[in-house]
């Protein structure tokens, strides 16, 4: 048949149609080189974080390992009777227990391990600019005491949200989106955006950090919204996270629908 020569627009054509997100059932080739990402289509494999069967104890750390990637370390705050978030039809609910007090939240990177800078935290001045992202439904925002996401420093987990080191994040309190700072371990800084969050909607929050640390917040895409200056001190280690726990009314369902968090312009 003799050699067939394809010309180089032809050429051009073919990769640009070709679906490049390559499915690799778990396999985190795709996260290391652009950031994690999960859309919580289906429920997680759960282990305790020393290897062990999971339990519900408080403080109890454990691995949620879903199949697209994206793996959460996930920590009790107060005692839990479930052991995994429930499967929905739009995610997975994370509201846990329904009692007041209780909740969970999750770091992509634990202090306690070497992680992948550049991936699952991320140096200030180092790692260049980067973002987290999260899409999530409040069923009963009244519930929400606490509802937190953004970036803090590597650091152990605490069972106060504003006992850590330092801290750029959205908290969601009471149906009042606000925004939460804290700067080497001062008082927290709590800035009402003016936004509402209403019962059963679902909003994306996105945290953007500069290469020299300047934070600023999205909400679904671009809302307007109040904000405080904030920059992350140079070479502080940061990961994104969630933190959440129950009002006296309590929330009902919280169904995290996608996240995503990387470097920016890859």
Known sequence: MGNRRIGQKRLQAVMENLNRSINMSGSSINARVSGCNGQFGAPPLVLDDASTLADGGDTDTVIHQYSDGLRLHVQNINAQTLLIPAASTSGMNYSYDQTDTDGVQWVTSMETHKGYPGVDRFVVGTSGAFFCEMTFTITDVSGTDDCAFGFRKVEAMQALVDNYDEMAAFNCISGD??????????????????????????????????????????????????????????????????????????????????????????
Do not use: M, Q
């Open 177 to 266: 989106i606000k925004t939460e700072t804290i700067i080497n371990n001062a008082t927290t800084v709590t800035t009402d955006t003016t936004a509402n969050w209403a019962d059963g909607e679902s909003h994306t929050l996105r945290v953007d950090v500069s290469s020299t640390g300047v934070v600023t917040y999205t909400l679904d895409g671009g809302t307007a919204i109040t904000t405080v200056a904030y920059t992350f001190d140079d070479g502080e280690v940061v990961t994104p996270f969630w933190y959440f726990i129950h009002d006296a009314n309590l929330s009902e369902t919280l169904i995290l629908e996608s996240f995503s968090c990387g470097k920016k312009g890859l």
